[in-house]
């Protein structure tokens, strides 16, 4: 495994699957888990790297159209097996192994994810870090000071060039 590795779950995907599992009657936890059904993410690796809602009924993706239902699931960036072939990147990130975690969502996890954050999962060989960031879009511009703010708030010393020659 390269570690660490940032895995990236866009907000305009992985809104829905919050939204889902918030709204749903009832929630499946994985194997293992202690405590009473929540609504949380159920952060999967098995073909490609996903979130989806544990929320029950299931949110079928109306996209898929197999013989089977599908859930809606939201892939990291660069982990989607659609675009190709991830199956060494995804062992390269989090490891050979398939498996299933559940991310519980907290209120702040919630209410950043409905302003406009993504979900970012910080990986390690031995632990996650589950944060949110909300990067500028493509037509929006990125705050400066609010940025250098941020990293000074950090402990981080921001070198800031003025763009002049």
Not at 2 to 20: G, M, T
Not at 79 to 103: H, L, M
Not at 118 to 128: G, R
Request: glycine share 8%.
């Amino acid at each position: 495994m390269n570690h660490p590795c940032k895995l990236i779950f866009e907000n305009k995907d992985v809104l829905r699957c919050v939204e889902h599992a918030l709204a749903a009657p009832e929630h499946s936890m994985t194997y293992g888990y202690e405590g009473e059904p929540v609504p949380a993410l159920s952060w999967v690796k098995d073909d490609g790297i996903y979130v989806m809602s544990n929320g029950r009924p299931h949110d079928l993706d109306e996209r898929h159209t197999g013989p089977s239902e599908k859930c809606h699931v939201c892939y990291a960036k660069g982990y989607d097996p659609r675009t190709g072939d991830v199956w060494d990147k995804c062992r390269d990130a989090v490891g050979g192994d398939d498996f299933s975690e559940i991310i519980e969502l907290t209120d702040q996890m919630v209410s950043d994810i409905r302003a406009g954050s993504n979900l970012i999962l910080k990986v390690t060989s031995s632990n996650f870090e589950i944060l949110t960031a909300r990067y500028p879009a493509p037509n929006e511009r990125l705050d400066v000071d609010e940025l250098v703010e941020g990293l000074r708030a950090a402990g981080l010393t921001p070198i800031v060039l003025d763009g002049e020659g």
